[in-house]
């Protein structure tokens, strides 16, 4: 696993490096077919306790099957500001498996199979299989693979693909060497990556930026520059042709504004969320700032190192700048690039390892080291805790187990709604078609903002108002605080005849019943 070592005295750890490096191979595939296990296991775990949100209902709608295909992409997929591709096959995927959680899980489990596939295939052409299966581990073990594997968004592929990404690059700075195959490979990512999610280009893009620094400064090679450009221009020009062919759909909801607001409350929940779900302690990130500063100075790390810097750099510092015009903050927006990140920090830690057991290793070498073993162990230690809290926290749509049962029983034939909030722009479309998806024409549903006030004595239906991710006024504690007359209020609804209710509250959401229905 460490090459070009030198000889040393026998110490134990030589005596233990030279152990690992002679069973590098078998000790990182059990070590990967372990952190597999986990995976699955907790994901099921997971996928048997959470259920859907606003966004997976939005992906569910939008390639909803009982439309035809044609309709459902013109009208509800390319109007969004996200990339068609995950839509499509969510469509696809729901055509063959009805049930909606099965299906993103389906669609998302032969993904994660399809691309970590890939990672190892590239690792076993680079003849650095060991880093492949490591690479694969770290993966599977830490908080944004374990919190987004099952969620039925494109951020799981994403991710999975700058990963695939990151790990080409890494491979070629440390072989330093650039194939035809590695060439069209870098095109081929680049150009999906737009197709997925523009964070997914936009890391791509910043990879390649990245290639063609190493390539003019460091390096000085012309095959590392014409990697980056193809890379890069393959990100670019795909989100071009994309952009070009979908833009007069969506820009009226690019015009109408976004339900984000650039302020600092979002600015810090933006960086505590991506420190939160990346390395989990707030230590860890001024740690990993100082590894990859001090790998500046060793030959053998600085392209490397000046890689993690110039793709980190951009990365974040373009949805800043662009977020001065169109808001595009989100925490896991970041976290598409931060396992890719995590994974060239991890060819840096691998060669301060060897460096260590050669004969002029310096004490630069092992704080080197150290500090990199404790940055890459801190996501390792918090990522399953991390996730576990994301499963317990987030905004389920828990509503229709109360309101399921009661479907028949509506005469009335319909029911008052609320979603969104403050959090919404009134024209974004996801805001109601969570309901839309649910409901599937059993039951019709309005908007309870758009309502006129009723009793709800003349209501022929047990079920009288029903909220989901719902914030009022900012207040996002209002569902689990407001009292019986509050949430008559905000539905435009009285009780002048007293009958007996019933407010069954979960995380972001309410149902208001009759008590005893």
Not at 41 to 52: G, K, N, Q, T, Y
Not at 394 to 399: A, H, I, M, S, T
Request: hydrophobic letters at 55%; charged letters at 15%; glycine letters at 6%.
């Amino acid at each position: 696993m460490f090459a070009n070592q030198a000889a040393r005295e026998p110490t134990f750890f030589a005596s233990m490096a030279r152990t690992v490096q002679r069973n590098g191979l078998k000790i990182s595939a059990v070590l990967f077919l372990a952190a597999l296990v986990f995976f699955v296991i907790f994901e099921w775990s997971a996928f048997v306790r959470a259920h859907l949100w606003l966004d997976e209902y939005f992906a569910l709608w939008a390639g909803d099957p009982r439309l035809p295909f044609s309709k459902v992409f013109y009208e509800r997929m390319l109007p969004d500001t996200n990339a068609p591709t995950y839509f499509a096959l969510i469509y696809l995927s729901q055509v063959l498996t009805p049930n909606e959680k099965a299906a993103i899980l389906w669609l998302n489990g032969i993904g994660c199979v399809a691309f970590l596939g890939l990672l190892l295939w590239i690792s076993w052409k680079k003849q650095n299989l060991e880093m492949g299966f490591l690479a694969a581990t770290f993966f599977l073990i830490t908080a944004p693979a374990l919190s987004f594997a099952i969620e039925g968004r494109v951020y799981f592929f994403s991710m999975l693909l700058t990963l695939n990404a990151a790990f080409l690059v890494a491979s070629c700075i440390d072989e330093q060497e650039v194939t035809s195959r590695d060439i069209v490979l870098a095109a081929i990512l680049g150009a999906l990556s737009s197709w997925l999610h523009v964070f997914a280009a936009l890391f791509c893009g910043a990879l390649g930026a990245a290639m063609i620094v190493v390539g003019l400064f460091i390096a000085k090679r012309n095959d590392f520059i014409k990697f980056g450009f193809v890379m890069g221009g393959g990100a670019v020009v795909s989100f071009a042709i994309w952009i070009a062919f979908a833009y007069p759909m969506f820009s009226s909801t690019v015009t109408k504004g976004f339900w984000l607001v650039l302020d600092r409350e979002l600015i810090t929940s933006t960086l505590w969320g991506v420190k939160q779900f990346s390395v989990g302690f707030t230590w860890a990130a001024p740690l990993g700032a100082l590894f990859v500063a001090i790998s500046l100075l060793p030959r053998a790390t600085r392209a490397l190192a000046t890689a993690v810097i110039v793709t980190g750099a951009i990365f974040f510092a373009v949805p800043f700048i662009l977020s001065l015009r169109i808001v595009i903050l989100q925490d896991r927006y970041f976290l598409i690039g931060i396992p890719a990140l995590m994974i060239l920090t991890l060819f840096l830690l691998r060669e301060h390892l060897a460096a260590m057991f050669a004969e002029n290793a310096g004490r630069t070498t092992y704080a080197a080291a150290a500090l990199g073993g404790a940055f890459l162990l801190a996501p390792i230690v918090t990522g399953p805790p991390s996730a576990w809290w994301h499963f317990g926290s987030r905004w389920d749509w828990r509503g229709i187990d109360v309101v399921e049962p009661l479907i028949s029983s509506c005469k009335e034939g319909n029911v008052r709604v609320l979603t969104g909030g403050s959090l919404t722009a009134p024209d974004y479309p996801a805001r109601l078609s969570g309901f839309d998806y649910l409901l599937k024409n059993r039951l019709s549903f309005s908007d309870a903002d758009k309502e006129p006030t009723r009793d709800v004595a003349d209501i022929q239906c047990p079920v009288y108002g029903w909220a989901e991710h719902y914030v009022r006024h900012g207040d996002r504690d209002w569902v689990v605080n407001a009292n019986t007359q509050d949430v008559l209020n905000e539905f435009h609804l009285t009780n002048t005849s007293n009958v007996p209710l019933t407010i069954e509250r979960h995380p972001g959401g309410l149902v208001l019943r009759r008590a005893g229905s």
